[in-house]
């Protein structure tokens, strides 16, 4: 019986090696497969801004009503809750978000067109505050003016190329962003109204019941996270306003209304929108008051604001829900920005908070991890292989 021993293990014995050559393979292979993704995903980064700029027309309308469509659907959840039919309470949800619209564009807008005929006084008073400043320092002037003096060619020729007046350029705009406003409003009134239908396809189309509730759950997590933080923020922004507004009737600047929606409107954009708030106050103020040292404190007061409101009261109420990395914040604003300007800037951050949202379900790339050998995505099959029953036999 000894004898027989060995010849009856001999055939067992290689199964591990070629168990764990098949593992190896098959990780080489996920490696090699995750990489081709990686650069696919790159070269779609890198190719995408210039499709979608290019093809603005169709493709902003489309984005910005996927987003209307994700704010918008739990209120519309719940009016269909109350006993409105799924259309009258679609299109009630989305007339609430215009009405709310046309009123803070009408509390920026029409205070603005009223200051408009006083740009050419703040534009003086602007140049005299910096005249009498140049003037403190006309050593500085002395030598710009050598300099220059040294540089100058004079056969060179100056080109001025003539460019169209900004009212031009608004009657030229008009009739294209009317057009792709309806468009969106439209294509929004009809991704509302079928949210039924499309969570019913996502839940009973599927053909696994697992992947049914995982579809469900990323829809449901995307849906209440981005409207969540947007109704959040937008009720913070709306605060900054009125505190703004408050402010400059309190410190006797023109338009007080005006000043506050635009504060609220701007304090939608991350770290830019404060910045170009205070460039604004402070601009307004040089050119209106009597010295610089006033004209700076409607800029200084606002700094002050935000400073409380940016780091006391918004991480306090949004919490680590809503919590994003500021180099992520900044390079969505910069992309979406570059592709649609101020719009792509408006629908930077839902669009990160949504790729966010969809990524913590399907898991986040470990692009660090992946260039030192470890594998692209931290949930695969192999780091379940200490478990047997869930390979194939």
């Known amino acids: 019986m000894s004898d027989s021993e060995p010849s009856a293990q001999s055939p067992e014995a290689p199964a591990p090696t070629r168990r764990s050559r098949r593992l190896a393979f098959a990780e080489q292979e996920l490696r090699l497969i995750s990489s081709l993704v990686l650069l696919i995903g790159l070269g779609l980064f890198l190719a995408l801004p210039f499709v979608l700029s290019i093809g603005s027309v169709v493709f902003l309308p489309v984005v910005t009503a996927i987003v209307l469509t994700v704010i918008l ?49 703040m534009a003086r008073g602007v140049m005299n505050r910096f005249s009498e400043l140049r003037e403190q320092f006309a050593w500085i002037a002395t030598i710009n003016e050598q300099l220059a003096a040294l540089m100058s060619d004079e056969g060179t020729r100056e080109v001025v190329l003539a460019a169209p007046s900004l009212l031009e350029q608004v009657a030229f705009a008009t009739p294209s962003l009317v057009l792709e406003t309806i468009l969106t409003l439209l294509m929004a009134y009809f ?31 995307v849906q209440d996270r981005v409207a969540a933080y947007i109704i959040t923020v937008g009720s913070i922004n709306a605060l900054v306003g009125v505190v703004v507004a408050l402010g400059a009737w309190a410190l006797g600047v023109d338009a007080p209304i005006m000043w506050g929606g635009l504060a609220a409107l701007l304090n939608f954009l991350p770290y830019v929108g404060p910045v170009l708030m205070i460039a604004l106050l402070g601009l307004f103020g040089i050119g209106t008051a009597d010295t610089i040292v006033l004209g700076l404190v409607p800029a200084i007061a606002y ?26 914040i900044l390079i969505a604003l910069s992309y979406f920005t570059w592709i649609w300007g101020f719009f792509g800037a408006l629908l930077s951050v839902p669009i990160l908070l949504m790729l966010t949202a969809l990524f913590d379900h399907i898991g986040r790339p470990n692009l660090v991890g992946f260039i030192f050998g470890e594998p692209l995505f931290a949930g695969n099959l192999f780091d379940e292989q200490e478990q047997p029953e869930a390979l194939p036999k």
Do not use: C, Y
């Not at 009973?204 to 990323?218: D, E, L, P, T, Y």
């Not at 918004?314 to 180099?327: E, W, Y």
């Open 73 to 121: 659907s739990p209120l519309a959840d719940k009016l269909n809750g109350w006993g409105l039919p799924n259309a009258i309470a679609s299109i009630t949800a989305l007339l609430f978000f215009f009405a709310i619209l046309l009123l803070a564009l009408a509390l920026i807008l029409q205070p603005a067109i009223a200051l408009f005929d006083d740009v050419p006084d």
């Open 191 to 221: 991704m509302i109204e079928a949210r039924v239908r499309l969570r019913q396809r996502l839940l009973f189309g599927r053909a696994s019941f697992g992947s049914s509730i995982k579809a469900a759950r990323v829809i449901r997590e």
């Open 303 to 328: 700094l002050v604001l935000h400073t409380i409101e940016a780091n006391l009261i918004t991480p306090q109420i949004l919490g680590a829900r809503f919590t994003m990395n500021p180099v992520m």
